[in-house]
């Protein structure tokens, strides 16, 4: 388990950023149908596993030192390109707002743009430290963060609100498919690349046990939220945070601990954007500043609003991320030949020749 659970707490700790922790991805995909989004997720997991599976196995057969040579992989044009980085820089700037947000109401009398600022230098910092710190970060506050939201979500459906628990009215039920894989698709498409840098080292044993346990994981808090905001009635759905308007009825000293939960879910899946959107921009210089300032202005529009209209749209160019993505691995794994000796090899026995050929030439 010494590589797989480093994997699997990178995995859910980039899924489980601060849309999640909030509550309010939870309410805009899920919640808002009843207890039929409850049937579906049975078929999240499966989807969640096999994508997993599937940019894990692309980590192990073939290494990326760099986003520019997976989108060459997929042989993606430049429109795609850019629209993937700006795909990436508008979810960062939604996760510094989301911080900023939780923040500013905590400590009222304390300017917004000083939380901006203090938070900027952290991301600009934590990028210098690169993956490996990520890592190393997701290993400790994952598992708080997952402990934190369930003691919450349990204590909530048992003591809601309100009586009266949340009944949809004139949702389309048919809606509730496309909504989940919108959602799915959307994460993963700004997880996709720290998913497929994690599979390095790995084998396809240790792949199918990350894959499992991360979709295991990541459905059953999902199972425990939308119950949870089901029982606590419309009031609390439509909060910007639901999660975080729940905690106060826990008292002082866990709303405090819950809040900063949040804020380090903030802090985690912000530092997965900002490492992807500062590997994604085509060019050297000044990069790092440059990312910082993009994602301070693209965060003004708001958590909220980001949330509610950009996220579906990110789970649009997700899809075709996906899909592109396994066309061209499926494309690495038919069988090559060696022009020398016309010997069949394995995906990662031909990448590890065609590095030994370059070296000899």
């Known amino acids: 388990m010494k590589k797989v659970l480093p994997a699997v707490f990178l995995i859910v700790g980039t899924m489980i950023g601060a849309g999640f922790a909030s509550g309010r991805e939870i309410s805009v995909f899920f919640a808002r149908f009843g207890v039929y989004s409850l049937f579906f997720l049975p078929i999240l997991f499966i989807l969640f596993y096999y994508v997993f599976k599937l940019l894990l196995n692309i980590g192990k057969d073939k290494y990326f030192d760099n986003i520019y040579k997976l989108h060459a992989f997929t042989k993606n044009s430049v ?15 939604s996760m510094l707002s989301a911080g900023v947000d939780i923040l500013s109401s905590n400590f009222i009398s304390v300017p917004s743009i000083v939380f901006y600022v203090i938070i900027l230098v952290i991301s600009f910092l934590v990028l210098k430290f690169g993956f490996k710190g990520l890592v190393k970060l997701n290993m400790v506050l994952v598992p708080m963060l997952i402990l934190t939201i369930l003691t919450l979500c349990i204590f909530a459906t048992f003591n809601p609100v309100t009586d009266a628990v949340f009944i949809p009215e004139n949702t389309q ?6 909504s ?65 308007a729940l905690s106060y009825r826990m008292g002082e000293v866990f709303n405090i601990f819950f809040i900063f939960m949040v804020l380090m879910a903030v802090l985690t ?58 066309f061209s691995y499926r494309s690495f794994l038919k069988p090559r030949f060696n022009s020398g000796n016309n010997e069949i090899h394995t995906p990662s026995e031909q990448t590890e020749n065609e590095c030994c050929r370059h070296n000899k030439v």
């Open 79 to 93: 429109f795609m390109n850019a629209l993937i980085c700006l795909t990436f820089i508008v979810f960062t700037a």
């Open 269 to 326: 899946t912000l530092f997965s954007g900002l490492f992807t959107s500062y590997e994604a921009l085509p060019f050297k210089k000044h990069k790092a500043l440059f990312t910082m300032f993009l994602v301070l202005a693209l965060s003004l529009v708001g958590f909220k609003q980001i949330v509610d209209y950009i996220y579906p749209f990110v789970g649009v160019v997700g899809i075709s991320v996906v899909l592109r993505l396994a």
């Open 173 to 178: 039920v048919y809606e509730l498919p496309i």
């Open 180 to 244: 989940m894989l919108l959602y799915a698709m959307g994460n993963i498409m700004l997880s996709y690349y720290i998913i497929i840098k994690a599979g390095k080292g790995l084998d396809e044993k240790r792949i199918r046990r990350v894959s499992l346990i991360s979709s295991l994981v990541i459905c059953v808090v999902i199972f425990i939220s939308i119950v949870c905001l089901i029982k606590n009635g419309s009031a609390i759905m439509e909060a910007d945070m639901p999660f975080v």
